[in-house]
Each structure stands twice: as C-alpha cells, then as structure tokens.
C-alpha cells in the first residue's frame, strides 16, 4: 500500500500519463513558476514581519514644553 490506498504501481502510471500529455518541458516550466510563486510569497511574508518588528519612529522634540489642560465633555458644560 501507499498513500491513501494508491500503490507505486498506480502512482507511476499517473506519472507517465501526466508526462506523456503536457510533455517534461511544460512540467518545467510549470514547476519553475510555481518555484517563483512561493518564493514571492515566502518574501512578501518576511517584509511585512520586518515592517512591523521595526522600532516605532521618534518624533522629535519641540523644545520641551509641556501643554497642561483639562479634558472635558460636551454634556459637562452645559
């Protein structure tokens, strides 16, 4: 037994099938750009992991002066 019930037997003459209707160099093809595909992904993935680890920006100082005030609500005023 293989996998799931299928032989090797049965497994090989899918192969062969396969191969003998889309042809090696269209399977070539086809892996190639299935290759390309995930190493897109695998990248997209890893710049946005970078984006987010990355240090939260400093925003610069405007000479140190601190704005005291009081927070209100609309309905406290009247």
Do not use: C, Y
């Not at 396969?18 to 290759?35: A, E, I, P, Q, S």
């Not at 680890?53 to 005023?77: H, M, N, Y």
């Amino acid at each position: 037994m293989g996998f799931g019930g299928i032989s090797i037997w049965q497994l090989l003459i899918i192969l062969v099938i396969v191969l003998l209707l889309f042809g090696t160099k269209r399977l070539r093809n086809l892996g190639g750009d299935l290759g390309n595909a995930v190493k897109g992904f695998k990248k997209a993935m890893g710049d946005e992991e970078k984006k987010d680890d990355s240090a939260p920006q400093k925003l610069e100082k405007a000479d140190d002066k601190v704005i005291e005030g009081e927070a209100t609500r609309e309905k406290d005023k009247q």
